[in-house]
């Protein structure tokens, strides 16, 4: 159980082009989900929170206007990486926190997508 | 900002050794503990996890030990197998967390190597 699906893993595109990352919950409803950025041999840092029907809590130092984050349903969230250019290349990740649980549960993560920009 | 932390960055071990990563945090707040082993291109897969009110919690091949007077975690894989070979990272967070979100501050990671 708690299965998170990402998609696409990988997206290779020029710059100047916004991509869309989508995050679903395959088996449980997330009121939460949480999108991180990894570089290569680093560990993983929080963008944001993705709150389900409100707003995203960006991390200091993250443009909300560079990454939308839309949490329409209790199961998918979207990141999109607006004129996306080489220094935003990177590996993203989501995940999910089942719903109604206490704090004390872990996240649940996607198999990542591999952003490069040309 | 506080921030939780490794011992070791690379860790190499005969298979059939165990392994011990280790992790220290800094956060007097953070009840709750997670270790994530991530294999390359994959996102982190959850192990095992501890809450404070524990020291010790087994799962299968693994152990997690917590010790919060030096705020210290530790990870032990008994009978290492190539498949453990990944990066590990130990994650921490308030199960009371004011804003309610839960959010989890990551360690730096630890490299596990095994040796066929």
């Known amino acids: 159980g708690a299965v998170v699906s990402q998609h696409p893993s990988r997206v290779i595109c020029k710059s100047g082009t916004s991509v869309k990352i989508e995050c679903r919950s395959l088996?449980?409803?997330?009121?939460?989900m949480f999108w991180y950025r990894q570089f290569p041999k680093k560990s993983l840092m929080l963008m944001a929170t993705?709150?389900?029907?409100?707003?995203?809590?960006?991390e200091q130092g993250v443009e909300k206007d560079k990454f939308l984050i839309n949490h329409a349903s209790l199961t998918l969230s979207t990141l999109t990486v607006t004129s996306a250019h080489p220094e935003d290349s990177s590996f993203y990740i989501c995940?999910?926190?089942?719903?109604?649980?206490?704090?004390?549960?872990?996240?649940?993560f996607g198999d990542g997508t591999r952003l490069s920009i040309l | 900002g506080e921030s939780v932390g490794l011992h070791l960055p690379t860790l190499s071990v005969q298979e059939g050794d165990n392994s011990i990563i280790n992790c220290a945090y800094s956060?007097?707040?953070?009840?709750?503990f997670i270790w994530y082993k991530q294999e390359s291109g994959k996102g982190p897969q959850f192990i095992i996890d501890?809450?404070?009110?524990?020291d010790k919690r087994q799962g299968q091949r693994v152990t997690v030990l917590l010790n919060k007077t030096v705020k210290h975690l530790s990870l032990q894989i008994a009978a290492t197998q190539p498949g453990d070979s990944a990066v590990y990272f130990c994650?921490?967070?308030?199960?009371?967390?004011?804003?309610?979100?839960?959010?989890?501050?990551f360690g730096k990671g630890t490299k596990l190597s095994v040796i066929p």
């Open positions: 994650a921490e967070t308030s199960s009371y967390s004011g804003a309610g979100s839960y959010q989890l501050t």
């Open positions: 088996d449980f409803q997330a009121t939460t």
């Open positions: 993705s709150n389900e029907g409100s707003k995203a809590t960006y």
């Open positions: 501890i809450r404070s009110n524990m």
């Open positions: 956060n007097s707040a953070s009840d709750y």
């Open positions: 995940s999910a926190r089942v719903l109604g649980t206490s704090g004390g549960q872990p996240q649940h």
